[in-house]
């Protein structure tokens, strides 16, 4: 493949999924910078080593592949504890759908990785659920338990947030 | 049921918004291999100029490569030559050593949670390109550099150097590189200088290189002297921080810190170099006569039973944030005066064996912690950070108790990185980490000093450089020679045994000598020179001397 085949080709993967990308970038780093980041590094990656791809269709799998494996490489360094104290403080005052969303986003920050993860997979990058127990190498009952124990410790916390929004 | 709908609409929005980042400007930064920022229209010029030089780098670069396709007597140059020309042109003032800059980096106020995105990675100069040496008009950049040198010993000393790693971090923000060899260098955001004070804001670029053995002493023409006396050493590394043509300093009263990714005897202590390609570095002691010292990081959970002198004394933070920290169920902290702490908490949650470590971890470590003479609480640093002194100017303080306490806690593998020994370097620049070998310091205390010139007899007269290397102390001497067959080694410590080594390069080959010798006082003789043809068969044999040299200091 010559580098403007392989531009071109990757380019049309990458748009074709790249808001589930970001979303699930944002899931992981609730702070935008750390996000982008993630988001840059995933791709710059991606691109590298794009001709190691047999079947463009895998092309999902690969990139969230890597950009898994780099959110843990942050977690292992360490990199993540920033992240979360930035998740302490939710906005509460920003009006429209951005701020819901926003504190959507900063909500599943509170939840354990795995729980956080699997919601991110399952409700805001299409993921099906035996895809994610394939990905995440457990069985599909356990993926659903994450699923609805994370989905309820996540309402806790925006239940709580909206009390106390409205409290102050 | 409505809280449910709430969620799912909620879900519903995030699945519908608009893209927050633009997909062409991140697929752009992801396969661009430069840096996107901003740049003062004043500086347009200069990057102008840059680019022209890069396309006309890259297109001398294309011409090389064709041209060893015609020219298989060519070698093999790393980029390294160039950037660490480049380097050395302010390598001087950089790293000089004032001791009215000795801050101790111990005191600071304020603590900024460490970044570790901030840093944007260049990859390290190592990757090689073929260059004809004797081509002049197919020279690039790197090329041209090399053949102004005079002299064929640093023609050598720029072929062999050791790659440096190449990072950018922004200086406004607290930064931790990992360099490959795993050096952790950590700078505090606003912590950078230029030369004229000011401090430094944007990009920076950190130069790094870590020597610590033979073969990079050699690589990189190290010697171990000190004011005439040769020392012990255990590694040395060149730090350098520039922005544009400027060489950058660290700020008075910021953290600079150096956590090393070995162990170390404990007598060592910091010395600070200025680069001298002739008469190489004479090694000065840091002001203080600093020791690297170990690091305890502290990942703390629950902690029921806090003793007041745990942060009684010369806390960053009040005690009461440090607790609520402690106590809270977040991973970070603002204190009343919005600064982060941040800390880990892992008790809390946690269950029977892990739960009940946990516990005996934090009860063991506070007192020992409270009998510690500790005047800094760090924890700017992803944990609580405990840097431990005793009031004799930095040296080891932390108990056995403490670290029987870490160890019981942290899985070895852990424990293995959180003893590293950190330090404190009051200045970039070339940095060693040496002391006084220690038969030196039983002559001394017998009051005699047993020290000899080595004389070596060359069996021709060739522009050389030697170096005497003693395993046992990991020291190195090292000499360049005009013209003549003798060289002397001045003030060895008799008694050692040494291994000599002396590369020359002449025209395309290289010449080398490696032998085994004791210093007693009678000249060495080298027999006959070895011709090496080219840069990698040359960088082959000065990693197999260096090979059998450690393997004979194991046995």
């Not at chain 2, 030369?195 to 944007?202: H, L, S, T, W």
């Amino acid at each position: 493949m010559d580098k403007e085949t392989k531009d071109s080709v990757f380019k049309g993967l990458y748009l074709q999924h790249y808001k589930e990308l970001e979303r699930y970038c944002r899931a992981m780093f609730p702070d935008d910078d750390l996000a982008k980041d993630l988001l840059s590094e995933t791709i710059s990656k991606a691109y590298q080593n794009f001709e190691r791809i047999k079947d463009v269709n895998s092309f999902k799998a690969y990139v969230f592949g890597i950009c898994r494996n780099l959110f843990k490489k942050h977690i292992r360094d360490r990199k993540y504890f920033e992240n979360l104290a930035i998740a302490e403080h939710i906005p509460a005052e920003m009006p429209g759908d951005k701020a819901e969303i926003d504190r959507l986003y900063k909500a599943l920050a509170m939840l354990d990785d795995k729980q956080r993860e699997i919601i991110t997979l399952f409700e805001l990058t299409g993921f099906k659920l035996q895809e994610i127990a394939d990905m995440l190498e457990m069985p599909v009952n356990t993926v659903k338990t994450h699923l609805s124990r994370g989905k309820e410790k996540l309402r806790l916390i925006l239940k709580e947030e909206n009390i106390s929004t409205s409290k102050t | 049921m409505k809280e449910q709908n709430f969620l799912d609409e909620l879900f519903d929005k995030a699945r519908n918004e608009k893209n927050r980042f633009d997909p062409d400007e991140v697929l752009k930064a992801a396969t661009d291999p430069k840096p996107s920022f901003k740049m003062p229209f004043k500086q347009l010029w200069i990057a102008a100029a840059a680019s022209l030089l890069i396309i006309l780098g890259i297109v001398g670069f294309e011409n090389l490569k064709q041209s060893r396709q015609n020219n298989p007597e060519s070698v093999v140059i790393t980029d390294s030559v160039s950037n660490t020309l480049a380097v050395n042109e302010h390598n001087d003032s950089a790293s000089q050593v004032n001791s009215s800059d000795f801050d101790a980096s111990m005191d600071n106020s304020q603590a900024i949670p460490l970044d570790e995105d901030s840093i944007h990675r260049i990859p390290s100069v190592n990757s090689q390109h073929e260059v004809p040496l004797n081509n002049s008009k197919q020279i690039s950049t790197a090329t041209t550099k090399v053949e102004v040198l005079s002299g064929e010993p640093e023609k050598l000393r720029l072929l062999q150097q050791v790659p440096v790693q190449h990072f950018e971090i922004l200086a406004n923000r607290d930064t931790m590189i990992m360099t490959e060899d795993g050096l952790r260098l950590y700078f505090e955001g606003q912590g950078i200088i230029n030369k004229q004070n000011q401090v430094v804001q944007g990009l920076v670029q950190v130069d790094v290189k870590n020597c610590f053995g033979l073969n990079q002493y050699v690589r990189e023409d190290l010697s171990t002297f000190s004011n005439g006396n040769l020392l012990e050493t255990a590694g040395m590394f060149r730090i350098e921080l520039t922005q544009g043509k400027d060489t950058l300093q660290i700020r008075q009263g910021y953290d600079y810190g150096v956590g090393l990714n070995r162990e170390i005897p404990e007598r060592m202590q910091l010395y600070y170099g200025n680069a001298d390609i002739k008469n190489g570095i004479n090694w000065k002691l840091d002001p203080v006569g600093k020791t690297p010292a170990p690091i305890v990081v502290v990942t703390g959970g629950k902690y029921e039973k806090v003793t007041d002198p745990f942060f009684y004394k010369n806390y960053r933070f009040k005690k009461s944030d440090m607790l609520q920290l402690l106590d809270s169920s977040w991973l970070a902290h603002f204190t009343s005066d919005n600064r982060q702490i941040i800390g880990r908490r892992s008790c809390n949650g946690e269950t029977d064996a892990y739960l009940s470590a946990c516990l005996t971890f934090n009860e063991q470590l506070a007192p020992e912690l409270a009998k510690m003479e500790m005047f800094n609480i760090n924890s700017r640093m992803t944990e609580f950070t405990f840097t431990c002194y005793s009031k004799d100017k930095y040296a080891y303080a932390i108990t056995k108790g403490a670290i029987d306490s870490v160890k019981s806690y942290v899985p070895p593998s852990d424990f293995n990185y959180l003893s590293m020994p950190m330090l404190f370097p009051i200045t970039t620049g070339w940095i060693n980490v040496d002391c006084v070998p220690r038969l030196e310091v039983k002559w001394r205390k017998l009051n005699r000093v047993e020290k000899t010139d080595v004389k070596v007899v060359l069996p021709e007269a060739l522009k050389v450089k030697a170096y005497l290397y003693i395993p046992e102390t990991n020291s190195i001497a090292r000499l360049m020679n005009t013209d003549s067959r003798v060289l002397i080694f001045k003030n060895i410590p008799a008694g050692y045994d040494v291994r000599l080594i002396i590369t020359s390069f002449d025209k395309e080959q290289f010449i080398v000598y490696s032998g085994d010798f004791n210093v007693n006082g009678q000249a060495l003789e080298v027999d006959a020179f070895t011709r090496l043809n080219g840069l990698d068969e040359y960088l082959d044999w000065l990693k197999k001397v260096c090979a059998e040299v450690d393997a004979a200091k194991s046995l």
